[in-house]
T-cell receptor
Framework: SAVISQKPSRDICQRGTSLTIQCQVDSQVTMMFWYRQQPGQSLTLIATANQGSEATYESGFVIDKFPISRPNLTFSTLTVSNMSPEDSSIYLC????????????FGPGTRLTVL | LAKTTQPISMDSYEGQEVNITCSHNNIATNDYITWYQQFPSQGPRFIIQGYKTKVTNEVASLFIPADRKSSTLSLPRVSLSDTAVYYCLVNQGGKLIFGQGTELSVKP
């Protein structure tokens, strides 16, 4: 299993600013994922971040808006840039061993409110 | 990408068996079926995963028919603490695509 922590747990930000969310895993992992969960909704995959390569973004998400770093095998960051109230969501990171048989472990999430 | 469809909500009582069925009509040959549970203000938690027939662990059972176009999560003897949202997903090469989920409410 993997234990994941995220910082901050929640934040309230002003429109037009940026927030960087940190995700720390207690073991080395190859694949990390970032999700967004809007209030009362399901999770939407933003991007896949593998160490040593550029993040792969899902349809509707772009690097300029959600830049991701993956400097090593235990850490990743997601930045929400030039925020608007529509970016108010819970952002979660997860990881897994990869492959088709894959149990993923999720962090507790970062609750972001944009005013 | 395979899309999943499941009931939006279900109600049950403590001690009952709960079965949640999910359809995934365009599942691909290499896809696995995975179920996650999510409590409020927490990240999803893995419950069970399978490819075909039946899989059982200490928490639940997963029934998958031969055509694999649907699957059923079975929770035996639910308790109040099983109140949560349950997601059926198709695992495509390690990437999880979440559907709408089923909100299960267990009543005393």
């Amino acid at each position: 299993s993997a234990v994941i922590s995220q910082k901050p747990s929640r934040d309230i930000c002003q429109r037009g600013t940026s927030l960087t969310i940190q995700c720390q895993v207690d073991s080395q992992v190859t694949m990390m994922f970032w999700y967004r969960q809007q209030p009362g909704q399901s999770l939407t995959l933003i991007a896949t971040a593998n160490q040593g390569s550029e993040a792969t973004y899902e349809s509707g998400f772009v690097i300029d808006k959600f830049p991701i770093s993956r400097p090593n095998l235990t850490f990743s960051t997601l930045t929400v840039s030039n925020m608007s109230p529509e970016d108010s969501s819970i952002y979660l990171c997860s990881t897994g061993r990869g492959g088709v048989y894959n149990e993923q472990f999720f962090g507790p999430g970062t609750r972001l409110t944009v005013l | 990408l395979a899309k999943t469809t499941q009931p939006i909500s279900m109600d049950s009582y403590e001690g009952q068996e709960v079965n949640i069925t999910c359809s995934h009509n365009n599942i691909a040959t290499n896809d696995y079926i995975t179920w996650y549970q999510q409590f409020p203000s927490q990240g999803p938690r893995f419950i069970i995963q399978g490819y075909k027939t039946k899989v059982t662990n200490e928490v639940a059972s997963l029934f998958i028919p031969a055509d694999r176009k649907s699957s059923t999560l079975s929770l035996p003897r639910v308790s109040l603490s099983d109140t949560a949202v349950y997601y059926c997903l198709v695992n495509q090469g390690g990437k999880l695509i979440f559907g709408q989920g089923t909100e299960l409410s267990v009543k005393p």
